[in-house]
Every structure is written in C-alpha cells, then in structure tokens.
Antibody, heavy 126, light 108 residues
Framework: QVQLVQSGAEVKKPGASVKVSCKAS????????MHWVRQAPGQGLEWMGI????????SYAQKFQGRVTMTRDTSTSTVYMELSSLRSEDTAVYYC???????????????????WGQGTLVTVSS | EIVMTQSPATLSVSPGERATLSCRAS??????LAWYQQKPGQAPRLLIY???TRATGIPARFSGSGSGTEFTLTISSLQSEDFAVYYC??????????FGPGTKVDIK
C-alpha cells in the first residue's frame, strides 16, 4: 500500500531555512502528484503547493511564492519541501500527501489527498 | 481564491446520536469536494470525495451530500472513535486547493 514517511522534527531560528523530506513507497513514485499542507498549532489545514514527481513541475500557493521550493529525487522516491526566511508564524506541522489514481495502466489526477505522511513539526524560535 | 466555511465550529453530540456538519463554498465547486477526519496528534484521513463517495475502508455511517456551494457530512450514529475534527476541501480549480476551518465534534 502507499506509504509516506517524513523526516523528523526541526527547530530553526528566524530567518533560516528548513528542508523537510517525504519518502514514498508502495507504488510507482512518478504516478502520483505530491502536495504539502501545513497546520499551525491549534489551527486548520493550509495548502502550500504541489509537485509532479514525473517531470518536477510545481505550483505554489500565492502566499508561499518566493519562499517555498518543492523538489524530488526519483532515485530515492523522495520529495522535498524547503521553506526559507522562516518566521515564528511558520511554526507548524508540515504534511506531505499524495494525489492520484491509477487504473488499467493510466494514471489520473483526482483532487483529493490520500494518503498523508505522519507530519513533521517545524518550530521557529530564537 | 475559493473560500470554504464550515458550521458549526463545535458540535456536541452524544454517542449513538446523528451528527450533521455543513460546508459552504464562496462559489460553485460542482461536486469537487472532499471531507477529512483528523484526530489529535494524527494526520488527516480521507473520508469522502466527489462530495458523496466514501473512501476505501470508511464505514457506511459516514455519508456526504450536496453540490455547488452547499455540502453536508452526516454521521448517522456516532461512535466513540468518531469524535474528531472534520475538514472539507475543494478541488474545483486544480491545482488550487482550499480547506474549510474545520468542525470539532466532541462528546456531549
């Protein structure tokens, strides 16, 4: 089955960058899109962006344009999310989540996210 | 950007009772709506997609309805494991996605 395993918790100072990884298994890595969603403490879910692991193309939420970079390494079936110029408001749990459906040799976008990684807590504090 | 709202913010329900959660979109999203359940310390779990289709392994007591701008998630008979926060998400403008603020279902 599809499984997403994320890297461990991080503590960063304001102004620094953080890079979170998400390793996929149980399916053909290039078949499904990957999203990043974050959740500040006690708050709701916020979509950050999407990467196509096949070609590496990305699309980011306007709020994060210029500060977020999503990449992938097909040799290790891993996607990465790097967020720069960190501030205290970036303290959150960051999730990766896959999107897509394959049947009969073809794969399709779906729009919903399933499954999700376990989450990575990023704490920004001086 | 499509803005999603959910009501109520908190719903207090007794085990065995029915729970009805609402989600509204600022413009039509057709049936391009999903529901997720999130328990404390856990990642969200997909419940419903296409506004009314249960995801694999989701019990039949969960049902979704609606289209356009008004959607409902119904839990027919609440079990102890159903007390959680529920989020709706629209995916009508792929690749732009937005979530609602969530409804917390707690024990009355």
């Amino acid at each position: 089955q599809v499984q997403l395993v994320q890297s461990g918790a991080e503590v960063k100072k304001p102004g620094a960058s953080v890079k979170v990884s998400c390793k996929a298994s149980g399916y053909t890595f290039t078949s499904y899109y990957m999203h990043w969603v974050r959740q500040a403490p006690g708050q709701g879910l916020e979509w950050m962006g999407i990467i196509n692991p096949s070609g590496g193309s990305t699309s980011y939420a306007q709020k994060f344009q210029g500060r977020v970079t999503m990449t992938r390494d097909t040799s290790t079936s891993t996607v990465y999310m790097e967020l720069s110029s960190l501030r205290s408001e970036d303290t959150a749990v960051y999730y990766c989540a896959s999107e897509g459906y394959c049947s009969g040799g073809s794969c399709y976008v779906t729009g919903w996210f399933d499954p999700w990684g376990q989450g990575t807590l990023v704490t920004v504090s001086s | 950007e499509i803005v999603m709202t959910q009501s109520p913010a908190t719903l207090s329900v007794s085990p065995g009772e029915r729970a009805t959660l609402s989600c509204r979109a600022s413009q039509s999203v057709s049936s391009n709506l999903a529901w997720y359940q999130q328990k404390p310390g856990q990642a969200p779990r997909l419940l419903i997609y296409g506004a009314s289709t249960r995801a694999t392994g989701i019990p039949a007591r969960f049902s979704g309805s609606g289209s356009g701008t008004e959607f409902t998630l119904t839990i027919s008979s609440l079990q102890s494991e159903d007390f959680a926060v529920y989020y709706c998400q629209q995916y009508n403008n792929w690749p732009s996605f937005t979530f609602g603020p969530g409804t917390k279902v707690d024990i009355k």
